[in-house]
């Protein structure tokens, strides 16, 4: 069972466009939500992070909305650069400490 | 202040064969994960571990899959009599002891059976 849903599987924006990835979860007993940003060939490396007690959190291009009643939270993109093409994934911590992971979202910033 | 290492970076062995790979965490860092992460799909977890006890091993494979993070030195991830399937790539990740910190990945150990 996917702990946490996570959608388009793969997204193409162009140069400058918003890139927007959601995700969904329904275990109310996940108490942290971070993305994480993977390149090939390499480990995810974290990029940004919220609690449930806040509605938005912005830093830098990437803003995190979190929905709490919907369950629901999303990643979005500002000012997309070619070097922003990765694998994003969404996870989720339970209160026992472990994370668990979206399927991932391949994004691809056309020039 | 190193990041998580995780030797080695690529690992080939034969069907039958025992696989091990290595996670050493971030100093100060007493919490590990595994995860497999199999291509075009995202991470799964395996096990939870803190210093000689394991958390959570509900993701690990109930035969030939074992993992282990002793007092000293670490953690091991044990795959034996390897198939093809087990094929993947294999990610550690550490945390603080404090909750509500952040998890940090390593590099990743590609396990290839041929």
């Known amino acids: 069972q996917q702990q946490v849903k996570q959608s388009p599987q793969s997204l193409i924006v162009q140069k400058g466009g918003i890139s927007i990835i959601n995700c969904a979860y329904e275990n109310t007993a996940f108490d942290y939500f971070p993305w994480y940003q993977q390149f090939p060939g390499k480990g995810p490396a974290l990029l940004i992070a919220i609690r449930p007690d806040v509605s938005e959190k912005k830093e830098g291009r990437f803003t995190i909305s979190f929905n709490k009643s919907a369950k629901q939270f999303s990643l979005h993109i500002m000012d997309s650069q070619p070097g922003d093409s990765a694998t994003y994934f969404c996870?989720?911590?339970?209160?026992?400490?472990?994370?668990?992971f979206g399927t991932g979202t391949s994004l691809t910033v056309i020039p | 202040n190193a990041g998580v290492m995780q030797n080695p970076r690529h690992l080939v062995r034969r069907r039958g064969q025992e696989a091990r790979l290595r996670c050493s965490p971030m100093k100060g860092h007493s919490h590990v994960y595994w995860y497999r992460q199999l291509p075009e799909e995202g991470l799964k977890f395996m096990v939870y571990l803190q210093k000689e006890n394991i958390i959570d091993e509900s993701g690990m494979p109930k035969e030939r899959f074992s993992a282990e993070f002793p007092k000293e030195g670490p953690s091991i991830l044990r795959i034996q009599q390897v198939v093809r399937g087990d094929s993947a790539a294999y990610f550690c990740?550490?945390?603080?002891?404090?909750?509500?910190?952040?998890?940090?990945f390593g590099q990743g150990t590609r396990l290839t059976v041929v």
């Open positions: 996870a989720a911590r339970h209160t026992g400490n472990q994370f668990y």
């Open positions: 990740a550490s945390s603080r002891e404090i909750r509500n910190t952040e998890a940090f």
